[in-house]
């Protein structure tokens, strides 16, 4: 079955790559990293690559997207699926991992809001409410 | 290490016992069903058991959250350690799993709210945001 290793490009994304790691390998499971590019994500690439009223070049967004799920990938000694998606993060990676049949989606752990107070990144929190299959939520530990 | 699946009385302590046994035989770990009795919880219980004045037998109030383990896990096959606890229920489980040095707490998936929202308990919430080790949020699948 798959692991999905939700990234975003934080350093929380480690935790996320470690979790999928303990887990692929205690299930002897297949690793997909996603990153979803996000609308902003997706505004700003298009502000520095293109000029307006240029035609979208999905691929070469969703290319972009993947990158990023190999570069927070790196760490990982086995291997891995890297995957770019393009949308709502939270749905994407909810019905990626729907149409895979995903064992677990990892996700980040909490992170600290400006006066330290633990908080859920709004993406991980859409998609504890919003999975079908169980979420893991990574801690530094 | 301990896979600690965390029980209320309702009936989706189910999917957070198939989901700690899914677990267990994965790392070949040993579960610890743990119910927290609430403050709330307790005071019914004194109510119905004792009459008013007379001194808390903490260790029969601490049974009787192990009984509510026992009864949870009584889907398991495989050996397991029922563990009845007293006090705030997301604190005692978060300090409990530190304790053990948990690979992972197990909680329930979401919840609907009266008017079909998903939401998540406040218990599981605290455990998601305070948790030392990893939390798996179990889901009907």
Redesign the interface.
Same mark, same amino acid.
């Given at each position: 079955m798959v692991i999905v290793a939700a990234v975003d490009r934080s350093d929380r994304a480690d935790t996320v790559i470690k979790?999928a790691k303990v887990l692929a390998e #205690? !299930?002897a499971d297949t690793i997909h990293v996603v990153h979803v590019l996000s609308t902003s994500e997706f505004v700003n690439l298009g502000r520095t690559k293109a000029k307006e009223g240029d035609p979208i070049d999905m691929e070469s967004v969703k290319n972009v997207a993947s990158n990023i799920s190999e570069e927070a990938a790196e760490p990982l000694s086995r291997p891995f699926e890297a995957v770019g998606l393009m949308g709502n993060p939270s749905d994407e990676i909810v019905n990626y991992a729907d149409e895979q049949d995903a064992r677990?989606i990892v996700v980040a752990?909490?992170k600290r809001s400006p006066t330290g107070k #633990?908080? !859920?990144g709004s993406v991980n929190q859409s998609i @504890? @409410?919003?999975?079908?299959?169980? %979420? %893991?939520?990574?801690?530094d530990?």
């Open positions: 979790q #205690a !299930f677990y752990g909490r #633990a908080i !859920f @504890l @409410l919003n999975s079908e299959c169980p %979420v %893991v939520m990574s801690t530990n």
